[in-house]
């Protein structure tokens, strides 16, 4: 079945740090792949997603590259604010099949950024 | 746009009571899902439907979790008998056909089973 792995948190950087969160997928096919961030007390909001191999999808001076020869979708930003403190979301969507499939999730990343 | 609505945000009820959690999608969008989301498993899919129709429902844990969509904007997730692992987080996300990729979230219904 699909999955996905993400790094374990709580990550804590400093203001302007680099920020690396990984995440590796399994999956049949072709899925495509998203980060989704949740604020205290909010839904989830989609960040960025890629839909095929060697996209890059960017938003918010964040950017995850879809490889697919090593099945990861890392997250990155290059220089990271306080408001950027939430939880970080991996997830997949299986392969087009017509109609619309859930998501898969990781357990989620906790970002803690100090001023 | 109104985003995906739920209500009630808050929900508190004792063991054995039947609680019934809804969902307003976005206008216009022909896919809703509902999510659970725990500290031990994360989020889950429970159930999605497609133009009103029930297209996988093998995550809903128990029988005793159900979920209908009468039309095309409003949806129910009911929980009769409702038990304190029931205890979660529960997200409805809705989107289009035009943009299946997209998933939109309602803010969630955070619900407390003693």
């Known amino acids: 079945g699909n999955s996905v792995t993400q790094m374990e948190g709580p990550v804590t950087l400093s203001e302007e740090a680099f920020l690396t969160i990984n995440c590796t997928y399994t999956a049949t096919g072709y899925p495509s792949l998203f980060w989704y961030v949740q604020y205290p007390g909010e839904g989830l909001q989609l960040l960025l997603k890629?839909?095929?191999?060697?996209d890059k999808g960017s938003n918010k001076g964040f950017e995850a590259t879809y490889r697919k020869e090593t099945t990861s979708f890392h997250l990155e930003k290059g220089s990271v604010q306080v408001s950027d403190s939430a939880v970080y979301f991996c997830a997949l969507l299986r392969g087009a099949g017509g109609g619309a499939d859930g998501l898969t999730f990781g357990k989620g990343t906790h970002l803690i950024i100090q001023p | 746009d109104a985003g995906v609505i739920q209500s009630p945000r808050h929900e508190v009820t004792e063991m054995g009571q039947e609680v019934t959690l809804r969902c307003k999608p976005i206008?216009?969008?022909?896919?809703l899902f509902w999510y659970r989301q725990t500290m031990m498993r994360g989020l889950e899919l429970l159930i999605y439907f497609n133009n009103n129709v029930p297209i996988d429902d093998s995550g809903m844990p128990e029988d005793r979790f159900s979920a209908k969509m009468p039309n095309a904007s409003f949806s129910t997730l009911k929980i009769q008998p409702s038990e304190p692992r029931d205890s979660a987080v529960y997200f409805c996300?809705?989107?289009?056909?035009?943009?299946?990729?997209?998933?939109?979230f309602g803010p969630g219904t955070r619900l407390t089973v003693t």
């Open positions: 206008s216009g969008h022909n896919s």
């Open positions: 996300a809705s989107s289009s056909g035009q943009a299946r990729y997209e998933q939109y």
């Open positions: 890629a839909t095929k191999a060697d």
